[in-house]
């Protein structure tokens, strides 16, 4: 802890300097390796998500809507 006070003496002169220093409880250490880690985790992670909707709206390709089958009844004299 570097709080307190310092003193230096030379001869007969004496300074002195109160230091009041605030240290964090709580803090994680920011560092090239952190921030790369990071932004390394945030590519993969989109990347699982595009493929992951990729495949699920490839899924539904071979599916008519039900609109265009309901269009087809109703041309049907059939049915009317």
Do not use: K
Request: charged share 20%.
């Amino acid at each position: 802890d570097p709080r307190g006070l310092y003193v230096c003496e030379t001869g007969n002169q004496r300074n002195s300097l109160q230091v009041h220093y605030r240290m964090c409880q709580n803090c994680i250490e920011v560092d090239a390796p952190t921030i790369s880690g990071i932004v390394i985790a945030d590519v993969v992670a989109t990347l699982f998500l595009a493929v992951a909707v990729y495949c699920v709206t490839a899924h539904d390709r071979g599916h008519t809507s039900r609109a265009s089958d309901r269009q087809n009844l109703l041309a049907n004299e059939l049915y009317q």
